[in-house]
């Protein structure tokens, strides 16, 4: 049944530039991320209200990766099976963060986390990199959850700004169903940004970033976090 899924999840990211895993999050393990996060983002605004909003009310902390305290969400074989198997058995956990949201940000333009390697020869490769979000509430329109473009991983050239996405052909925007306790995995080349927050409460969600073993150096850990990690999991990271 887990291959299956592996197999689905890998051709989604690859036609699509993006999956989502319903699920994958116990009750348990949510409320640890759900406490664990609110702790980190308060620190955050904290640190950033006294110069005024970054990016216009889009928050990041800094990466949590160093003495991150759940590594039963790094231990996940489902999604440690999806991400090795578009980035290789040798791939590098790179940075953990979390983006937030307080209601009624600003509209965050589509763009493209990774540079075209070859831009002018327009050669198209498989994902370098992939960042997998687990939201801390249910991820939709009236939230202002990840707006993706499909297909766009490797799409060459500028993306949209905010007036050319309304007038954008060829091409769809949406704003996937993400709920609590699920992931989206995204090809971090296709055309994403967050939406409107129109809810009353803070729309959160922690950011796991894998890439290729040649594309980044591995993210430095805590022995304390490294020997928590199932073993075919260390070799994500470095201490």
């Given amino acids: ?109 589509l763009h493209s986390d990774v540079y075209d390697y070859f831009p002018e020869q327009e050669i198209e490769l498989p994902a370098t990199v992939v960042a997998v979000q687990f939201p801390m509430s249910d991820f939709n329109v009236f939230s202002g959850g990840t707006r993706i473009v499909p297909r766009t991983q490797n799409v060459f050239g500028a993306q949209p700004d905010l007036e050319e996405e309304e007038k954008l052909e060829g091409y769809e925007v949406i704003t996937p169903q993400v709920n609590k306790k699920s992931c989206l995995i995204r090809d971090c080349r296709a055309w994403h940004g967050a939406g409107v927050n129109q809810s009353e409460e803070v729309r959160a969600m922690y950011t796991f970033v894998y890439t290729r073993n040649w594309c980044s150096s591995k993210g430095k850990v805590s022995k304390d976090l490294y020997f928590n990690l199932d073993r075919d999991k260390r070799h994500l990271v470095t201490v």
């Fill in 1 to 109: 049944m887990e291959t299956a899924i592996v197999q689905k999840s890998q051709e989604e990211i690859i036609t699509e530039g993006f999956t989502i895993l319903e699920d994958v999050i116990d009750d348990t393990l949510f409320a640890k991320m759900k406490h664990l996060g609110e702790m980190y983002m308060q620190r955050t605004y904290q640190r950033y209200n006294a110069s005024g909003n970054l990016l216009y009310n889009l928050f990041r902390t800094e990466s949590l990766l160093y003495d991150f305290l759940l590594p039963e969400v790094i231990n996940n074989d489902l999604i440690h099976n999806v991400v090795t198997s578009l980035l290789g058995k040798k791939c590098h956990l790179k940075e953990t963060l979390i983006f937030f949201s307080y209601p009624n940000n600003d509209k965050q333009a």
